[in-house]
């Protein structure tokens, strides 16, 4: 039997969870028998047809680090004992990178009940944590954490990562690593490609007949928020008809609601987390689409919710270094453009010149489409993590 074991999983909006979720449910109409050990609890809506096993956590919904650090412990040391007196050692074990130490969980089964591990890295940690601010640069929990995250590697059976940028950064930190498999993401719901000027949430939020940029997801430490609320000052000042909605939550939302208060930015529209029943029309309600990651960010993570914009056919304005993956795919696949960080300017002028051509942004939107669908569904993703667990 395969047990995925994540912190996130459903109902939580967690960009991580949802693709969890789809993969346990795409895997199980595969006939691959299969549970799930989470620390998030339930919210009793829905009955999945395998069995969840669901950790307590009274530190669940913190938003600071120290909390969340609590949570993490709290969710290793359940998942250590389930692992070790709960499961058969002939069980298989899919380990998913939340908390970035959940490897050890695979490890303590691997060399105390002879089992198999394979892990999902979500993230390049501890790059991911010294991006964010978390850990200091200098600090000497990073030799501590590149060790462990090296043994975790080494001895998983694969270890599943999301972008050839994130493999090429792991290779050169772990020469000997030689079990690095690239899966990449999909969009979590299906988005049937629709007019935004009858999209009722477009509708609802007055979107509708203004030029709109959304940006949907994480508001997390490695996405530039910081270029986004510039550029939007920016257009407001100007006075230029062209309206931002971000919807989702993060720890870089404060700075946003912190523009808008400063400023008073009648151009952003600050909404949370919609259900996930209505991501096909969240992410149809604009025109162009926006996704962004720090200086330094793009060999470190693969943004999820690129999926979703690829599949919803609208253009992508991505914020990004020169030469980073999401630049490349843009410009090659003709896409969308990319504006590099800090240039809140630049990103200004592209955003002004797209409102002004709409033939050019549908042809963008249709382009990534089809790029969707060619390279990123769902199904071809299930295909690949059977191949990789079967």
């Known amino acids: 039997m395969l047990v995925i074991i994540s912190q996130y ?31 998030t609890p339930s919210n009793h809506q829905e009955i999945k047809p395998f069995q969840i096993v669901r950790s307590p956590d009274p530190f669940q919904n913190s938003k600071s680090i120290f909390g969340k650090l609590i949570s993490s412990v709290f969710f290793l040391v359940g998942a250590l004992f389930y692992v ?24 303590v089964f691997r060399f105390l009940r002879s089992g198999k591990y394979y892990f999902l ?93 959304l940006y949907s997801g994480n508001i997390g430490r490695l996405h530039d928020i910081e270029t986004l609320a510039e550029t939007i000052k920016i257009l407001n000042e100007k006075q230029v008809n062209i309206q931002f909605v971000f919807i989702g939550d993060g720890a870089k939302l404060k700075l946003l609601e912190n ?39 793009e060999s470190v993570v693969a943004p999820c919710k690129l999926y979703g914009m690829l599949a919803s056919g609208r253009a992508i304005v991505s914020i990004s270094e020169q030469g980073s993956y999401i630049e490349q795919m843009v410009t090659t696949e003709k896409c969308g453009i990319n504006s590099l960080c800090g240039d809140a300017q630049k990103l200004a002028d592209i955003l002004i010149e797209l409102s002004h051509s709409p033939d050019e942004v549908k042809n963008m939107g249709i382009n990534a489409h089809k790029l969707y669908l060619k390279r990123y569904t769902v199904d071809r993703a299930l295909k690949e993590y059977q191949k990789v667990l079967c």
């Open 121 to 213: 890295l979500q993230d390049v940690f501890p790059e991911s944590a010294i991006l964010s601010g978390i850990i200091k640069p200098k600090s000497k929990l990073i030799f501590i954490f590149n060790k462990l995250i090296y043994l975790i590697c080494r001895y998983s059976e694969k270890t599943i990562i999301l972008s050839e940028s994130m493999k090429k950064l792991m290779q050169s930190k772990y020469l000997d690593l030689d079990n690095l498999e690239i899966i990449e993401n999909w969009a979590i719901e299906n988005i049937p490609l629709s007019d935004k000027k009858t999209n009722p949430f477009a509708i609802k939020n007055g979107l509708n007949e203004k030029f709109t940029a």
């Open 9 to 39: 999983f459903y109902p939580s909006h967690a960009s991580t969870s949802q693709l969890l979720t789809d993969l346990a449910d795409g895997l199980f109409r595969e006939n691959i028998p299969l549970k799930v050990y989470t620390g």
């Open 84 to 107: 070790t007196f709960k499961l058969n050692r002939k069980d298989d074990l899919l380990i998913a990178s939340n908390p970035p130490y959940a490897g050890i969980i695979g490890m």
């Open 259 to 297: 523009y808008q208060s400063q400023y008073n930015l009648q151009n952003l529209l600050l909404l949370p987390f919609q259900s996930r029943e209505l991501l096909p029309q969240t992410l149809t309600a604009c025109d162009v689409s926006l996704v962004s990651l720090i200086k330094g960010a």
